[in-house]
C-alpha cells in the first residue's frame, strides 16, 4: 500500500461541504486549526458525529483525530450504504444538519440507504424534518432521483435541547444523476404546511395556523395547513412548537421556511423559588413571523429558497457530463461557501449571470460527470 497523499486544508469553515465532497470524489483530507482560536478549541460534537455517520457509511474509512481535536486526517472508503443502520445524532444540532450530506451519500452509495436517525427533529437552526420531506425530495426529483424509493418517516418528534425524535430515511441508489435546465419560478398556486407541537397545549398549533392563514388567505384562496399533536413517546423529551410552510408553484418549484420554538438549555430543569420560567414566543406570532418570512422568500425569486441554494448547486455538479442551468435568488453566504467548494473539490465553475430585469441570478455549470461506479460491482 502506498503513501496517502492528503489534502491540506485550515480552519473549520465549511467543514461539512469538505467532508462531503472529499467523500465523494475519494480525496484525503488533513484539516488543521479546527476552531482554533475559539475558548473551547477543537472539532465540535456535531462535526465528530457527522464523521462517525460517514464512517458507518463507507468501507475502509480512516479518522485520526488529535488530542485537543485541532488536527483532523481524513481518508473516504468507498461509499457502501446499505439498510438496518442507526445514528443517534445528538443535540448539538439538528438531524436537518445530517440529512443534506447523508442524501448525497445515499444516492451514490453500493447499496439502498435505510437508516434510523435519532435526535432533534426541528429546531429554529437547521431545516426542519419536515421541509426535507416536502421541499427537498421534490428538488431531488428534478435530477432524476426516483420518488418512489425516497422515504422519511417522522416516528417522534424532538426539539432543543434534549431532543428524543427519531426519523426513518430511505434515499435510494442512483446511476448517475441529470441535468436540469429550471430557470421559469412560476407563479404560487398553493400553501401547504404543518404545524407541530410537543408536550404542550394542541391550541398553541391551532394559532399558528390561523395566524398563518391570516396572511396567506388576504393573497391566495388555497392555503392548507395540517395539525400534528405529539405526546408520550411520540413527543421527545422537550416541550416546544413550530410551523413549517411550502409554497407550491405553477412550474413545479417549492419554496419553504420553518421555525421552532423551545425552551433553551437548562431552562426545563430551573425550579428555583422566586424565579419564573421563561415565556415562549406567543404561538400566534410564530405563526404569523414564519408566513412573513415565506412571503419574503417567495419575493426574491429563484427555483428554491435561499435555505436549499448550497444542496442545488451540488446536485448540478454531481450531474453527468453536461449543462444545467438554474435561477436563484440573491446567493446566500452558505450557497457562496459551497460554490467555493465544489470548485476545489470536483474542478466546477459556474458562470454566474445576474439578471437585473428581476433581481435573480443564472447559474450554468457544465457537470463533473459522477458515476455510481460501485453499482457495477456484483
Avoid at 460534537?45 to 485541532?70: A, M, Q, V, Y
Avoid at 401547504?192 to 391570516?214: C, D, H, K, P, W
Avoid at 455538479?317 to 459551497?338: F, H, M, Q, W
Wanted: include cysteine.
Amino acid at each position: 500500500m502506498g503513501k496517502i497523499t492528503y489534502t491540506r486544508l485550515k480552519g473549520s469553515q465549511n467543514m461539512r461541504q469538505r467532508l462531503l465532497l472529499a467523500t465523494l470524489k475519494s480525496t484525503p483530507v488533513l484539516i488543521e486549526d479546527i476552531h482554533a482560536d475559539d475558548t473551547l478549541p477543537g472539532l465540535r460534537p456535531h462535526e465528530i458525529s457527522l464523521l462517525r455517520l460517514f464512517e458507518k457509511l463507507t468501507d475502509d474509512c480512516l479518522i485520526e483525530i488529535n488530542e485537543t481535536g485541532t488536527k483532523l486526517k481524513y481518508k473516504p472508503g468507498t461509499i457502501v450504504g446499505g439498510s438496518h443502520l442507526v445514528h443517534d445524532c445528538g443535540v448539538s444540532r439538528a438531524i436537518g444538519y445530517f440529512l443534506e450530506p447523508l442524501i448525497l451519500l445515499g444516492l451514490f452509495a453500493r447499496k439502498t440507504l435505510v437508516i434510523i436517525l435519532k435526535g432533534i427533529t426541528n429546531d429554529s437552526k437547521d431545516p426542519s424534518v419536515d421541509t426535507f420531506r416536502s421541499t427537498t425530495f421534490p428538488l431531488l426529483k428534478r435530477f432524476g432521483v426516483p420518488s418512489e424509493g425516497l422515504k422519511l418517516e417522522i416516528k417522534s418528534r424532538g426539539v432543543s435541547p434534549h431532543g428524543g425524535g427519531e426519523v426513518h430515511l430511505a434515499i435510494p441508489t442512483v446511476q448517475h444523476l441529470t441535468a436540469t435546465m429550471w430557470t421559469d419560478e412560476g407563479m404560487v398556486k398553493r400553501i401547504r404546511g404543518e404545524a407541530f407541537t410537543t408536550r404542550v397545549s394542541v391550541q398553541l398549533g391551532n394559532e399558528m395556523i390561523y395566524a398563518a392563514r391570516g396572511i396567506f388567505n388576504r393573497l391566495l384562496p388555497d392555503v392548507y395547513i395540517a395539525s400534528d399533536y405529539r405526546k408520550r413517546s411520540e413527543a421527545g423529551n422537550s416541550s416546544g412548537y413550530g410551523i413549517s410552510l411550502v409554497a407550491e408553484t405553477t412550474s413545479g418549484c417549492c419554496i419553504s421556511a420553518d421555525t421552532t420554538v423551545s425552551y433553551p438549555r437548562g431552562d426545563e430543569e430551573e425550579d428555583i423559588e422566586g424565579e419564573e420560567k421563561k415565556e415562549l414566543i406567543p404561538a400566534a406570532d410564530v405563526g404569523e413571523k414564519l408566513a412573513s418570512v415565506l412571503l419574503e422568500e417567495i419575493e426574491k425569486g429563484g427555483v428554491v429558497d435561499s435555505t436549499h441554494q448550497g444542496l442545488l448547486f451540488l446536485l448540478c455538479a454531481l450531474c453527468v457530463n453536461d449543462v444545467s442551468k438554474v435561477r436563484v435568488g440573491k446567493l446566500s453566504p452558505y450557497g457562496i461557501e459551497t460554490l467555493r467548494e465544489i470548485r476545489d473539490f470536483l474542478d466546477v465553475q459556474f458562470v454566474i449571470k445576474p439578471d437585473p430585469s428581476t433581481g435573480t441570478v443564472i447559474l450554468k455549470c457544465w457537470g463533473s460527470g459522477m458515476k455510481n461506479l460501485s453499482r457495477k460491482t456484483t
